[in-house]
């Protein structure tokens, strides 16, 4: 079978630096490199070595991310980061939704990485009650529900992404993803950059509280009182790419 088209916005992005130093940027649960793109190629103007991966299923069909799950996601997360460690070993980890999982999951597994970015991460575990109805609408034969993306304040900006929430992938993500890491923050000893909407229509922001209290490191706690969920996109998305910015520069000396 062919592989499926890319929409328009969401290849991902592979980009060699002149500073000893890379980031990488993973996008969220439906969305795709679109999101946080602004920050990608403001790391790459800076001479960042960079890595934007688009994730297995998302960017092309929903029927297309029906197909995947974490091991996919995290696969291709993986992937990115010895791409981005066979250039540099000053690497910073950024993701946004469930590319925070992501970031968090590829901090546990490489304790050596510099310092990770969170914008309003999935830390937590679904409710037990949300999870039974999830498993229930699987089991009456449904698969999709309705979509999760483009909570954004600015009424100027839209993301692009899936209109459908692919339910049994959202329950990898919950079963295979965030439950394994839950109650592992406190292995996380490199420091942390944390942005939290407190307007978070699709991830609450205790979440954040949870990895804020029970991270290993140090975490410097940002609270965005303009945005909602997808704040890279958001009124406050230029602040959190200079602060993205001066994170990664202090936290790798380069």
Known sequence: MSEPTVLPGCEPMSHEGSRDAGVLVIHGFT????????????????GYHVELPRLPGHGTTIDDMLTTSWADWSGEAEAAYQR????????????????GTLTLWVGLQHPDIAGL????????????????MI??????GM???????????????????????????LLSLNNDGIAPIA????ELAMPILLYTSKNDHVVPPAASDHLASTAGGAVEHVL???SFHVATQDYDAADITAGAAAFIARVTGA
């Open 31 to 46: 969305g795709n490199p679109s999101s946080l793109r602004a920050q990608a190629d403001s790391f790459a103007e800076l």
């Open 224 to 226: 965005l009182d303009r």
């Open 84 to 99: 981005l460690a066979s250039r540099t070993s000053h690497i910073v980890v950024m993701g946004l939704s469930m590319g």
């Open 117 to 132: 970015v969170l914008v309003n991460p999935a830390t937590m575990n679904q409710a037990d009650d949300a999870l039974t």
């Open 143 to 169: 698969t999709v529900a309705p979509g999760i993306g483009s909570d954004i304040a600015d009424p100027d900006a839209t993301e692009i992404a899936y209109e459908g929430t692919p339910l049994v992938p």
């Open 135 to 140: 498993k229930e609408m699987v089991d009456d």
């Open 183 to 186: 109650d592992r923050y406190g």
